[in-house]
C-alpha cells in the first residue's frame, strides 16, 4: 500500500484552492449579515447559501460555455438580485426597508466583505510550513484583487496568485488547470492540486496533476457528507488529509 508520503513524492508545487478549502467564506459572511442586520430575524445562513449558489450558477456557466464574466465581485454583486429558491430576491426588500439598511448596502451589499474572508485555523501555520520546502500557490475562481486583499487579510504567504482573471474561464475548465502547469513550467506530475472539493481535484487529475483533499465539513460548499478516501483505499484521489498542517508533516 503506498503511503501518503510516497504517493506526493517529487511534487515541487502544492495548488491550493481557495473558497471553502483555504479559507472560511460561510462563516465570515453570515457574521457580517447579522452584524449590520442587527434586530432583524433572517436566517442569514441561508441568505449566504443562497447567494453563493448564484455565484455557482455563473462560474459553471462560463466553464462550459468559455463565455461571461469571470471576475468574482461582479458576479456575486449580480447574485444578489437573482433569485435562487426564494433567496437573495426575497430578502432583500425586507432589508431595504430596515433603518441599517443603508449601512447593510454600504458594507454588505457590496463585495467588501468577501474580500476579508478568514482562513480555517490550521491553514496560515500549515502553509508557512510546506512554504519552507514546496512552492505554495493560490488557483482560485476569485479576481486577482479578491485573492491579493484576502491573502493579506488571513495571512496566506502564497508564492503566487493565479486567478481565472489570466485563463479567460472558470475551474474546472481545462484551460485553467493547463494554465497553472504553464506558469509553474512544471510537469503536472511535479504540482498536486488541494482543495475540500471533489470536482476540482478529479478535474486537476485529468491533466496529470497529484491531487490531495482536505475535507471542509462546514465549508457550505456542496459537498458535506461525501466521503472521499485515498487511492491505496480504493478512493480516487492520491491522499487525504485533515488539514494544511498535516501535509505539511508528509512533505
Not at 474580500?115 to 508557512?128: E, F, N
Amino acid at each position: 500500500m503506498t503511503s501518503p508520503s510516497e504517493a506526493l513524492r517529487g511534487v515541487e508545487a502544492f495548488v491550493f484552492d481557495v473558497f471553502g478549502t483555504t479559507v472560511n467564506w460561510y462563516g465570515n459572511i453570515t457574521r457580517t449579515l447579522a452584524e449590520y442586520a442587527q434586530g432583524t430575524q433572517e436566517d442569514w445562513g441561508a441568505f449566504a447559501d443562497e447567494w453563493r449558489k448564484g455565484y455557482f450558477a455563473q462560474a459553471r456557466s462560463v466553464a462550459q460555455s468559455g463565455q461571461g464574466n469571470t471576475n468574482m465581485d461582479i458576479v456575486h454583486r449580480e447574485a444578489r438580485h437573482v433569485s435562487h429558491r426564494g433567496g437573495p430576491v426575497s430578502l432583500m426588500p425586507r432589508l431595504h426597508n430596515r433603518s441599517s439598511s443603508r449601512c447593510f448596502n454600504q458594507h454588505v451589499g457590496s463585495t467588501s466583505p468577501w474580500h476579508r474572508s478568514d482562513g480555517w485555523p490550521d491553514v496560515s501555520r500549515g502553509l508557512y510550513a510546506v512554504k519552507k520546502k514546496k512552492i505554495v500557490v493560490a488557483l482560485s475562481n476569485g479576481n486577482m484583487r479578491f485573492l491579493v486583499d484576502v491573502a493579506k487579510h488571513a495571512d496566506l504567504p502564497w508564492d503566487a496568485v493565479l486567478s481565472v482573471d489570466l485563463f479567460g474561464t472558470c475551474k474546472p475548465n481545462p484551460k485553467v488547470y493547463q494554465g497553472a502547469l504553464h506558469y509553474l513550467e512544471l510537469p503536472p506530475e511535479k504540482c498536486a492540486m488541494v482543495a475540500a472539493h471533489l470536482w476540482d481535484l478529479e478535474a486537476a487529475a485529468k491533466h496529470g496533476m497529484k491531487t490531495v483533499y482536505v475535507p471542509r465539513p462546514e465549508s457550505h460548499d456542496g459537498e458535506e457528507g461525501l466521503v472521499v478516501k485515498a487511492k491505496a483505499e480504493g478512493g480516487n484521489v492520491d491522499v487525504v488529509v485533515e488539514s494544511f498542517e498535516a501535509l505539511a508533516e508528509l512533505v
